[in-house]
């Protein structure tokens, strides 16, 4: 194309175009990660970036909530277990996110601050994962159950991190993300066993924090809401995955805001689940 000099701006400009230029492109896919001819796909580390910046305002916002409404407003957080698991999840979450935000800002993918994100990742992920346990062992009062549990989730999470750190060469984040994928599962798991307990009256609800009907359609919503956000991961668009895989903290969120407050959960119910011997253990001395 001609190229033209203007003389008022000292520039070489060229002519204009009906052409639109695209900043990135959102569809763009995780892979490949190069063009034929060896470069960077264009936009590709840009999508990434903003994936990642919506997956932190999702945790943010749940931060924000838990700590100016369920704590400051309504004092309900220091009472209720499962959305301290939540908090401690999402709180930890947002530094993993600032370390693939930073990454992906200065064209680093597997840098140390990728390796970081990792770590704090599975950190995140292992107390979320707790409350899976609860909605579907507490119902019944199987404490040894919730404790195996918790043990499992531990061991997953610090057998991922070390097998990633390891052969990071040659499988980068994928340990990481099959076990984002086991989470979800474990969380869509929960819900649906939690959802058929109160359906047929293993566990109850007061009208004061919401009529049964209406919690069964709720818990039916997150469920749908997981099944997406699983789904959305396989389709390997980072603009999808990120953002589905934060919104996985906030279902889990809504959902313990709710269930936290139910009998079952309670210091009540908590302390009369755990007998060892003839003397009642407070279950939350489990974690």
């Known amino acids: 194309k001609p190229i033209i000099y203007n003389k008022q701006y000292s520039v070489l400009l060229q002519p204009a175009t009906c052409n639109m230029t695209t900043i990135t492109n959102f569809w763009i896919d995780k892979s490949p990660e190069v063009t034929p001819e060896g470069l960077p796909v264009p936009g590709r580390m840009e999508c990434f970036m903003i994936g990642h910046c919506i997956f932190f305002m999702f945790n943010?916002?749940?931060v924000c909530y838990l700590i100016l409404f369920e704590e400051f407003t309504f004092q309900r957080l220091r009472k209720n277990i499962l959305l301290q698991f939540g908090?401690?999840?999402?709180f930890v979450q947002i530094f993993?996110?600032?370390?693939?935000?930073h990454r992906y800002n200065i064209g680093d993918e597997y840098g140390i601050f990728n390796k970081a994100g990792v770590v704090i990742g599975i950190v995140a992920f292992t107390p979320l994962n707790f409350t899976d346990?609860?909605?579907?062992?507490?119902?019944?009062?199987?404490?040894?159950?919730?404790?195996?549990?918790?043990?499992?989730?531990?061991?997953?999470a610090l057998a991922n991190g070390y097998y990633s750190m390891v052969n990071w060469e040659e499988s980068t984040t994928k340990p990481f993300q099959m076990l984002v994928g086991l989470s979800t599962l474990s969380h869509i798991v929960g819900l649906i066993v939690f959802r058929k307990y109160l359906k047929d009256g293993t566990v109850s609800i007061d009208d004061s924090i919401a009529s049964k009907d209406v919690m069964l359609?709720?818990?039916?919503?997150?469920?749908i809401l997981d099944c997406l956000c699983l789904f959305g991961a396989t389709l390997g668009k980072p603009i999808i995955s990120y953002p589905g895989t934060g919104l996985t903290f906030t279902v889990?969120?809504?959902a313990m805001s709710f269930?936290?407050?139910?009998?079952?959960?309670?210091?009540?119910?908590?302390?009369s689940s755990a007998m060892v011997g003839t003397e009642r253990q407070p279950l939350k001395s489990a974690v």
């Open 60 to 62: 943010f916002l749940n």
């Open 87 to 90: 908090f401690v999840a999402c």
């Open 96 to 101: 993993s996110c600032i370390t693939s935000i």
């Open 133 to 156: 346990l609860y909605l579907i062992f507490q119902p019944k009062k199987n404490v040894t159950a919730i404790r195996l549990g918790m043990c499992f989730w531990v061991i997953a």
């Open 217 to 223: 359609r709720m818990l039916m919503v997150l469920i």
């Open 252 to 254: 889990m969120v809504i």
């Open 259 to 271: 269930i936290g407050r139910m009998d079952f959960m309670t210091a009540e119910g908590l302390g």
